[in-house]
């Protein structure tokens, strides 16, 4: 009976490399990143590397 609690648990484990949820992951990430990029330079109205100090 315990076991049975469990395995739903363990079939949704998390799989390490390059698998369709790392991808989805990396893609929601990136979009994101996007967004806090086009909103910082658009409220400053500098390149984010200039804010960064790099430029």
């Known amino acids: 009976m315990f076991i049975s ?3 739903p648990i363990l079939s949704n484990r998390w799989i ?3 698998s369709k949820g790392a991808e989805t992951w990396n893609g929601r990430l990136a ?12 409220v400053y109205s500098l390149p984010v590397l200039n804010l960064l100090g790099f430029l």
């Open 5 to 7: 609690f469990l395995l």
């Open 16 to 18: 390490w490399g390059f």
């Open 31 to 42: 979009m994101l990143s996007f967004l806090v990029i086009f909103y910082f330079e658009f």
